[in-house]
T-cell receptor, first 109, second 115 residues
């Protein structure tokens, strides 16, 4: 079983719509959760991190965490073509990050 | 803040040669640096964790004698790919953490092509 799993993509959404990305993790003791965005040929850049159950909002991004279900999600509201990228879910455990395979999002104008 | 640089950004070398990649934290002291490798259309795979002044901890399946890591200061870590082969061609990315040990900031990556 993979440590971190993301919903398979690619995900195509129209401009202005909400993109919903899901991630599950296997280690119940995980404490910190991250979403990174990676453009093609570039390294990941941090979008958000979340530690506590519930929602965390930052601009057009909302991260949701449910530790009981071992589930973390990312919502992108009012999607823009510049949001087209691969989104990586990462879980911090045992002093290191484990990454999901990523979900590629395409926002069509 | 939290800027991490890598050098070179890309390198092409002949099979059998060694290549050194530098990772620097520019505006903070990095107690821990991480080295990842990413093949096309795959996710990041952690190769090793490096703490300043101590030996790196390698992930299972990563040859420590082939991928030499040195973390001599709180702002610099180096990865040397020794006797590189075409299968070592990949995107190598470093990251660094400061006092907030779980938030990692990534360098821009180094694309290695071994001919």
């Amino acid at each position: 079983q993979k440590e971190v799993e993301q919903n398979s993509g690619p995900l195509s959404v129209p401009e202005g719509a909400i993109a919903s990305l899901n991630c599950t993790y296997s280690d119940r003791g995980s404490q910190s959760f991250f979403w990174y965005r990676q453009y093609s040929g570039k390294s990941p850049e941090l979008i958000m991190f979340i530690y506590s159950n519930g929602d965390k909002e930052d601009g057009r991004f909302t991260a949701q965490l449910n530790k009981a279900s071992q589930y973390v999600s990312l919502l992108i509201r009012d999607s823009q073509p510049s949001d087209s990228a691969t989104y990586l879910c990462a879980v911090f455990n045992d002093y290191k990050l484990s990454f999901g395979a990523g979900t590629t999002v395409t926002v069509r104008a | 803040g939290a800027v991490v640089s890598q050098h070179p950004s890309w390198v092409i070398c002949k099979s059998g040669t060694s290549v050194k990649i530098e990772c620097r934290s520019l505006d903070f002291q990095a107690t821990t640096m991480f080295w990842y490798r990413q093949f096309p259309k795959q996710s990041l795979m952690l190769m090793a964790t490096s703490n300043e002044g101590s030996k790196a901890t390698y992930e299972q399946g990563v040859e420590k004698d082939k991928f030499l890591i040195n973390h001599a200061s709180l702002t610099l870590s180096t990865l040397t790919v020794t006797s590189a082969h075409p299968e070592d061609s990949s995107f190598y990315i470093c990251s660094a953490t400061s006092t907030s040990a779980d938030t990692q900031y990534f360098g821009p990556g180094t694309r290695l092509t071994v001919l």
